[in-house]
Antibody, heavy 118, light 107 residues
């Protein structure tokens, strides 16, 4: 079964850092484009960023709101993807979803909650 | 950036009703559009990709159409499990943008 599982969320102070992980099962992560999507409490969905597949050198794209602060990376040996978040702001508070970027965004993880608060 | 709008923002309907939701892009996006369903407290679920292709396992009462700037999602006969919020999203270029959502609730 194709699955994605996020981890690493938690409470962090403004200006702090956090690294989210996304472990894939049932498929090879390196073959696919992968995205991070977030949803602030009571709000809609917001695209955070994308990493392309191995054929496209795992290149990345980011939303303007996180560009320069967030970095997406992968570890093929662990079939995993990561979202390194730095200089966190209160407006980064959200549920963060790891999503496979095939046929739109076809497979979603259950999400991990990030709360930025003092 | 390409902006996405949806109408209506919410609608009330009864089981068995035919429901249509519209999504509009601020510029042409060819067929690079997807639709998602999200129930309260749950993970979004992919319904449609490439404007009109139905994801595997999605009931046949869901259909979609459109190209360029105007798109529609139709539920032919609303079922109790369809009460949810529906989002469109373009993936024509970066940044990908979601529409603000349309909430379908019980009349």
């Amino acid at each position: 079964e194709v699955q994605l599982e996020e981890s690493g969320g938690g409470l962090v102070q403004p200006g702090g850092s956090l690294r989210l992980s996304c472990a894939a099962s049932g498929f090879t992560l390196s073959d696919h484009y992968m995205d991070w999507i977030r949803q602030a409490p009571g709000k809609g969905l917001e695209w955070v960023g994308r990493t392309r597949n191995k054929v496209h050198s795992y290149s990345t794209e980011y939303a303007a709101s996180v560009n320069g602060r967030f970095t997406i990376s992968r570890d093929g040996s662990k079939n995993s993807m990561y979202l390194q978040m730095t200089s966190l702001k209160m407006e980064d508070t959200a549920v963060y979803y790891c999503v496979r970027g095939r046929n739109g965004l076809d497979v979603w993880g259950h999400g991990t909650t990030v709360t930025v608060s003092s | 950036d390409i902006q996405m709008t949806q109408s209506p923002s919410s609608l009330s309907a009864s089981v068995g009703d035919r429901v249509t939701i519209t999504c509009r892009a601020s510029q042409g996006i060819s067929n690079q559009l997807a639709w998602y369903q999200q129930k309260p407290g749950k993970v979004p679920k992919s319904l449609i990709y490439d404007a009109s292709s139905v994801q595997s396992g999605v009931p046949s009462r869901f259909s979609a159409s459109g190209s360029g700037t105007d798109f529609t999602l139709t539920i032919s006969s609303l079922q109790p499990e369809d009460f949810a919020t529906y989002y469109c999203q373009h993936y024509y270029n970066h940044p990908f943008i979601f529409g603000p959502g349309t909430t379908v609730d019980l009349k």
